[in-house]
């Protein structure tokens, strides 16, 4: 069923089961959880933090930037706003992804980018750590 309203729950852990209609967050995990507003039953995580998510709680919950779903089959885009979900236009899958980059390279920035170790670093610590040594 399509929520207008997603009421906030504040909880330690979310729940593997989400109802409709409620936003679950967990200040200790630093994430927050919802049903897909459209009705299309899809779980929709939020971590919060200066580059994802933004919280504000004064009674009502907004969560700033929007929700762009545009991963999931049912595209949906919205704004949580005082409780209230604003409608925007869906989101494709072009927007999608041209977000993900910006949104990658935002994390980058705040966190600083953190180069994965090579193939055979990588393999010299795991043998080392089969074989017991560090």
Same mark, same amino acid.
């Given at each position: 069923m399509k929520s207008e309203e997603l009421e906030p729950v504040f909880v330690e852990y979310v729940p593997t089961d989400l109802d409709d209609g409620l936003l679950y967050v967990s200040m200790e995990y630093a994430t927050a959880s919802h049903r897909c507003a459209c009705g299309c &039953? %899809? /779980? %929709? %995580?939020? =971590? $919060? &933090? =200066?580059?994802?998510?933004?919280l504000t709680f004064d009674g009502r919950v907004t969560l700033s930037p929007s929700v762009g779903n545009g991963q999931f089959e049912c595209g949906s885009h919205y704004l949580i706003r005082q409780n209230r979900v604003v409608w925007c236009r869906p989101m494709t899958r072009g927007a999608a992804l041209a977000t993900h980059k910006l949104d990658t390279a935002q994390r980058a920035q705040t966190y600083g980018d953190v =180069? /994965?170790? &090579?193939? @055979?670093? /990588? @393999?010299? *610590?795991? $043998? *080392? /750590?089969f074989l017991g040594r560090s």
């Amino acid at each position: 069923m399509k929520s207008e309203e997603l009421e906030p729950v504040f909880v330690e852990y979310v729940p593997t089961d989400l109802d409709d209609g409620l936003l679950y967050v967990s200040m200790e995990y630093a994430t927050a959880s919802h049903r897909c507003a459209c009705g299309c &039953g %899809v /779980r %929709v %995580v939020t =971590p $919060l &933090g =200066p580059a994802d998510w933004i919280l504000t709680f004064d009674g009502r919950v907004t969560l700033s930037p929007s929700v762009g779903n545009g991963q999931f089959e049912c595209g949906s885009h919205y704004l949580i706003r005082q409780n209230r979900v604003v409608w925007c236009r869906p989101m494709t899958r072009g927007a999608a992804l041209a977000t993900h980059k910006l949104d990658t390279a935002q994390r980058a920035q705040t966190y600083g980018d953190v =180069p /994965r170790a &090579g193939v @055979l670093t /990588r @393999l010299s *610590r795991w $043998l *080392r /750590r089969f074989l017991g040594r560090s």
